[in-house]
């Protein structure tokens, strides 16, 4: 096995591992948390958001760990004469939905300051109707991430790094 194999199997855990914990938490946000915040008391929501301020951080690094990596993944399957039709096609729908999940998420804007704990129903019509955007907005946050995950995982599939070869 020699240095670049190695790099690459480096580079495509980081790539996992970063994508794993970014579509984990949204996951764990839209399915679980939610949810279960929807009749929550004033406390329990206050826990919530400093719970998702504190997953922001980890969210934030594993979003530069995926651009990073996943920049020198393309460039090394590219650069090594790997970029196939195929491949291009499926990687430029990947980069879309990642970068659709990403700017969802307002995690490079002053948004990510701002995170609240969800607003209680029973302000008025105006706050259900942001309510239930937000949640429109956490489970195509979540789906974006999907596509461009199993799109990652067909990439990797069809276009092995050649490790143990």
């Known amino acids: 096995m020699d240095g670049a194999s190695i790099a690459r199997l480096v580079l495509r855990l980081a790539h996992a591992i970063a994508a794993v914990t970014w579509l984990g938490g949204g996951m764990y946000y839209a399915l679980a948390l939610r949810p279960q915040l929807a009749g929550a008391g004033d406390e329990a929501k206050a826990l919530a958001a400093r719970a998702q301020r504190a997953f922001v951080r980890w969210a934030f690094w594993a979003t530069v760990v995926l651009i990073v990596t996943g ?37 490079f804007t002053e948004r990510r300051t701002k995170i609240r704990a969800i607003t209680s129903a029973g302000r008025g019509r105006a706050s259900v109707e942001r309510h239930q955007r937000r949640i429109e907005r956490a489970w195509m946050l979540v789906g974006l991430g999907m596509v461009a995950f199993v799109l990652g995982i067909a990439l990797s599939s069809i276009y092995p790094t050649g490790v143990g070869h």
């Open 71 to 107: 920049i020198a993944l393309m460039y090394d399957r590219l650069n090594a004469g790997g970029g196939t039709v195929v491949y291009v096609i499926i990687l430029a729908v990947k980069v879309i939905a990642a970068a659709g999940a990403f700017f969802l998420t307002g995690i």
